[in-house]
């Protein structure tokens, strides 16, 4: 048995804040994914440092922990003591940033041989490639409205919804000494009382709905429409998923409101053409689908 354990743990955040999935990845038989709806890039990367450290806290063996983000490293190997000194304060007094993700991560590193190896991200390394592609899955699967595959886990564990327990869609202006982008512009607020992904899920798939590629494309209508959609036109006619291709429209559109009437159904209220339009959305195991639409004539 090789005397260490080495594996590669990432995070990705699409906008940042925005749909978040972490991964670590030792080999094809022992990797974990997970993620939120709404988090940042860091959390990711913290997170899944720290359920590598709870699937893994049974076997004796020392942890080499590769990653590409060093604000993860210099938080757990340097800034950490200093932060419990001061009562999880930084050093001008501000409260430390994801500081329940980083309680945990100092409890989980109690006693165990841990060594953290910075590594180039996007750079071929055949270890982090396999994290980030994971990560990112698992964010593009929250993106679109799914559960991400969560992996075989460690010895056949996998640790359910531990991301549960640390709250979500916080800001993150700690600097990510990996990423030097931007944080991308939040759009407005969108009325209703759906959450913020599921409105942010059900305007891409609208956006979709409306450009001509996809209209044009029977096989791409059929990934947005549940197998049973049914849509009341403006002209009183009834069409069904079966009726082919949609003829051509414009791509501007105003939301009204994104309703949640459970977890799994949805309801927009929205204007496009001068019509009032109404679409139900439902989750299916694939995401989002549209069930039902309607079109009023507009005064």
Known sequence: ???EIVAAADGSSLSNPGPAGWAWYIDD??????GWEHGTNNMAELMAVLNLLE?????????????DSQYVINSLTKWLPGWKRRGWKKGDGKPVLNVELMKALDEALR???VQFEWVKGHAGHRLNEAADLRARRAAEAFQAGRRPDPGPGFRGAVLEAAEARFSVGQSDPEPDLFSLGEPAPQPP???GTASPRVKAVLLNHTRQLLDSRTRADVAKLAELLHPEFVAHTVRGVERVLDDGPWSPTTSEFEVLAVDAYGDDVAGMRWRHDGNLRFSLWQRTPTGWRMRFAQVTPGE
């Open 1 to 3: 048995m090789p005397a």
């Open 189 to 191: 607020a969108t009325p």
């Open 111 to 113: 006693g165990r041989e």
């Open 55 to 67: 699937s893994t806290v049974d076997d004796p063996r020392r942890l080499r922990i590769l990653c």
């Open 29 to 34: 038989d022992h990797w974990a994914a997970g």
